[in-house]
C-alpha cells in the first residue's frame, strides 16, 4: 500500500522535498533540480486542488491534466509523467536542464 500525503501547506512540501533528498542519499547531488520544478509545480499547479505527495512521487494536476514527479533512479533524473508514476514519461530533467527550459516545459502543458 502508498502513503499519500495531501499538500496544503509549503510547510508540508518542504518536509516532502527534505525527505526526498535524504532518501536519494548519495544521489541527492544528482537531484538539485528538483527545486526548479518544485517552482514550477507551485506557480502552475491548478487553483484549489491538492498536491498529492507520496514515497513514489508528486501527484499534480496543471490546466486539468495530472502529472506525476518521480525520482528515476536509472537515469538518475526526475521524470514528468502523464496521470500517475507509471504513466508515459513526458520529459525528464537532470541538473544540466536549464531554468528556461523546465519553465518552457510549464508554459506548454
Known sequence: MTLTVTV???D????????????????AS?????????????RRKD???ETEVRKDGILVRIQGNRYAFSYNHGTQSIDMRRDNVRGP????????????Q???VFRAV
Open 8 to 10: 496544503t501547506k509549503f
Open 12 to 27: 508540508d512540501l518542504r518536509e516532502y522535498l527534505t525527505g526526498m533528498m535524504g532518501r536519494a542519499g548519495h544521489h
Open 30 to 42: 544528482d537531484v538539485r533540480v528538483t527545486f526548479g520544478l518544485a517552482g514550477a509545480i507551485l
Open 47 to 49: 487553483d484549489g486542488d
Open 89 to 100: 514519461t513526458l520529459h525528464s530533467f537532470t541538473n544540466a536542464t536549464p531554468l528556461a
Open 102 to 104: 523546465i519553465m518552457a
